[in-house]
């Protein structure tokens, strides 16, 4: 098969998944939501990040990390050499809890399989979680964002992380400092692994 036909059908999958989500009624979030907030990237990127779930502006847009966090998020991101062209960004959840609350775990079982088909489909060799929601998903249920953010784990041939979330950075700078330094490791990963 050439390589045509294969990101051809690639594409075709996306296109599929991407269908089955803006319909998707699995939860009682799709009674709320404005927009299903698929994610947004490069589908050819070796990096993932992962954030918790759609804020006001990315359920308004249509797209994650749109507002105050996503544009700190922006800052971090230009500081790493990251942009939409090497990266891949996702939440946990699709549909924006109302009032921002916490997703709870029934969501997350609800909406986790259109995360990791997307995972599948991107085949990362870095996933970097944007904070304790997303890390204890994704890393392990125990995660302490506080003493493991920046510490790095494998499963199979993928890398993973987590740092701050953006909005965590918002409320507290102080925390800021860290993010540099957390970024700096992500981004040295990712040219140890000649993906940047
Ligand atoms: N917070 C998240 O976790 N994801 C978004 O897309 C926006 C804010």
């Not at 070796?46 to 249509?62: H, L, T, V």
């Not at 109302?98 to 775990?105: I, K």
């Not at 085949?123 to 204890?136: E, F, N, T, W, Y």
């Not at 920046?150 to 953006?166: C, D, E, L, N, Q």
Request: glycine content about 6%; aromatic content about 8%.
């Amino acid at each position: 098969m050439g390589i045509e036909t294969i990101l051809n059908e690639k594409e075709e999958q996306w296109q599929e998944l991407l269908k089955d989500c803006l319909s998707c009624d699995k939860c009682v979030l799709h009674n709320t939501r404005n927009k299903v907030v698929f994610g947004k990237g490069s589908h050819e990127a070796k990096i993932m990040f992962i954030g918790e779930a759609p804020g006001e502006s990315e359920d308004r847009e249509g797209l994650p990390f749109v507002g105050r966090a996503g544009k700190l998020l922006d800052k971090y991101m230009t500081f790493a050499d990251f942009t939409l062209d090497n990266v891949y960004i996702a939440n946990i959840l699709k549909c924006r809890p109302p009032q921002n609350r916490d997703p709870d775990q029934s969501e997350q079982d609800n909406c986790i399989d259109y995360l990791r088909l997307q995972t599948k489909l991107i085949d990362p060799k870095i996933i970097v979680c944007l904070g304790r929601i997303a890390a204890m998903r994704i890393i392990k249920p125990d995660f302490r964002i506080t003493s493991e953010h920046g510490a790095w784990f494998r499963k199979g041939s993928i890398y993973m992380t987590a740092i701050y979330h953006p909005s965590a950075l918002l409320r507290d700078s102080e925390k800021k400092a860290d993010a540099v330094i957390d970024f700096k490791s992500v981004r040295e990963k990712a040219v140890e692994l000649r993906i940047l």
